[in-house]
């Protein structure tokens, strides 16, 4: 099998750090300590050897290295344990604890700026605040802001209690996150992937469960008119992989083609007009996704490694890459390997990694 040259710049567009367990217990302010979140050691997460021995995920200088090992130039970091903060359901709290991680993270990014790029957690309770914590750390360096993908069933995406915040994801030039397993979804209020679930059931939320939550936010973002209101608003899908994507595009195309004139939505375009300007996808081990890209998402889908976690890639991306995308021209794979994620974040792209 043909792999990736080791000169083809790699920049993964859904990576994560590894929070310590006791990083809000010994951060938050003394208000918030008895409420503080509390997880296990690393290495008591069942499953999750390979996880919890990388050292990179906490430590950037290790980090760097272990990106050198699978040939990765830069990395879209995104957090761990936080991802389940989302589900929080007390407001002060969880501003609180994202404040406290993005302190962290801008700690661990600033030791290589141009290859550690920091998605900020943004608690949507209060759009003022939400706002003011999107200024705060896009001033501080991050380039993107990350909000609930299930949002507090009172508080639907498609509600104009979210204006403020996408207006300010215009303005500052932030795109928006919406990451799998946050906020109010089927692991139960971001208690864990599957909390609750076991036997068959599990692989119901592993895949049916999993891809609904994003179906309903995209649906919400395009079918309500926000990405018509907002057009410079771009919003990215991370970790819900692709291979999906097309068929129900083409599925809201052509009901609203049918319906549009007995029952108007509030938009002037087809739903795949607004996803194709507006949405970017990340991919990082999908078969099927990359058989699509022949002919969708050139421009719109994002490699990445989902580095250190389970599921990663690393250290073979190269060799799961050439086997997704090999049958692609060059300047197709540039595209998804490097140039959308470097269009999309306005970065400097690195030099390549050995």
Same mark, same amino acid.
């Given at each position: 099998?043909?792999?990736?040259?080791?000169?083809?710049?790699?920049?993964?567009?859904?990576?994560?750090?590894?929070?310590? @367990?006791?990083?809000?217990?010994?951060?938050?302010?003394?208000?918030?300590?008895?409420?503080?979140?509390?997880?296990? /050691?690393?290495?008591?997460?069942?499953?999750?050897?390979?996880?919890?021995?990388?050292?990179?995920?906490?430590?950037?200088?290790?980090?760097?290295?272990?990106?050198?090992?699978?040939?990765?130039?830069?990395?879209?970091? &995104? @957090?761990?344990?936080?991802?389940?903060?989302?589900?929080?359901?007390?407001?002060?709290?969880?501003?609180?604890?994202?404040?406290?991680?993005?302190?962290?993270?801008?700690?661990?990014?600033?030791?290589?700026?141009?290859?550690?790029?920091?998605?900020?957690?943004?608690?949507?309770?209060?759009?003022?605040?939400?706002?003011?914590?999107?200024?705060?750390?896009?001033?501080?360096?991050?380039?993107?802001?990350?909000?609930?993908?299930?949002?507090?069933? /009172?508080? @639907?995406?498609?509600? /104009?209690?979210?204006?403020?915040?996408?207006?300010?994801?215009?303005?500052?030039?932030?795109?928006?996150?919406?990451?799998?397993?946050?906020?109010?979804?089927?692991? +139960?209020?971001?208690?864990?992937?599957?909390?609750?679930?076991?036997?068959?059931?599990?692989?119901?939320?592993?895949?049916?469960?999993?891809?609904?939550?994003?179906?309903?936010?995209?649906?919400?973002?395009?079918?309500?008119?926000?990405?018509?209101?907002?057009?410079?608003?771009?919003?990215?899908?991370?970790?819900?992989?692709?291979?999906?994507?097309?068929?129900?595009?083409?599925?809201?195309?052509?009901?609203?083609?049918?319906?549009? /004139?007995?029952? @108007?939505?509030?938009?002037?375009?087809?739903?795949?007009? &607004?996803?194709?300007?507006?949405? &970017?996808?990340?991919?990082?081990?999908? #078969?099927?996704?990359?058989?699509?890209?022949?002919?969708?998402?050139?421009?719109?889908?994002?490699?990445?490694?989902?580095?250190? #976690?389970?599921?990663?890639?690393?250290?073979?991306?190269?060799?799961?890459?050439?086997?997704?995308?090999? #049958?692609?021209?060059?300047?197709?794979?540039? +595209?998804?390997?490097?140039?959308?994620?470097?269009?999309?974040?306005?970065?400097?792209?690195?030099?390549?990694?050995?």
């Amino acid at each position: 099998m043909a792999i990736a040259t080791s000169n083809e710049v790699l920049i993964s567009a859904d990576s994560h750090v590894s929070e310590d @367990p006791n990083l809000w217990v010994e951060r938050l302010p003394a208000k918030f300590k008895d409420a503080a979140p509390k997880f296990p /050691d690393r290495r008591q997460n069942a499953g999750n050897a390979r996880f919890a021995e990388k050292t990179g995920g906490y430590d950037p200088s290790e980090r760097l290295k272990e990106m050198a090992q699978d040939g990765v130039s830069a990395e879209v970091l &995104y @957090p761990t344990l936080g991802l389940r903060l989302f589900g929080l359901d007390d407001p002060e709290l969880q501003e609180a604890c994202f404040r406290v991680y993005n302190d962290w993270l801008l700690e661990y990014c600033s030791v290589a700026l141009d290859r550690l790029l920091g998605v900020s957690c943004i608690a949507a309770y209060d759009a003022d605040k939400a706002v003011a914590e999107m200024e705060r750390t896009r001033k501080a360096g991050m380039v993107s802001a990350m909000i609930w993908q299930a949002p507090h069933p /009172d508080l @639907p995406l498609h509600s /104009d209690h979210y204006n403020k915040i996408w207006a300010a994801s215009q303005d500052l030039d932030m795109p928006i996150s919406l990451h799998i397993l946050t906020g109010f979804n089927y692991s +139960k209020a971001g208690l864990g992937p599957q909390a609750g679930r076991s036997g068959v059931e599990h692989y119901r939320g592993s895949v049916n469960l999993k891809t609904i939550d994003a179906m309903n936010a995209f649906f919400d973002l395009i079918f309500y008119g926000v990405l018509d209101r907002y057009p410079k608003l771009r919003l990215v899908n991370v970790e819900n992989e692709i291979g999906w994507i097309p068929f129900f595009l083409q599925q809201w195309d052509y009901y609203y083609r049918r319906f549009k /004139d007995s029952n @108007p939505p509030p938009i002037s375009e087809t739903p795949s007009f &607004y996803f194709d300007r507006q949405i &970017y996808v990340t991919f990082f081990d999908d #078969h099927v996704g990359g058989q699509n890209l022949t002919w969708w998402g050139q421009d719109n889908a994002m490699w990445s490694n989902d580095y250190p #976690h389970p599921n990663s890639t690393w250290p073979n991306s190269r060799e799961v890459i050439a086997r997704d995308l090999n #049958h692609l021209p060059q300047d197709i794979r540039k +595209k998804l390997l490097c140039d959308n994620v470097a269009r999309l974040f306005n970065l400097r792209v690195p030099v390549p990694v050995a």
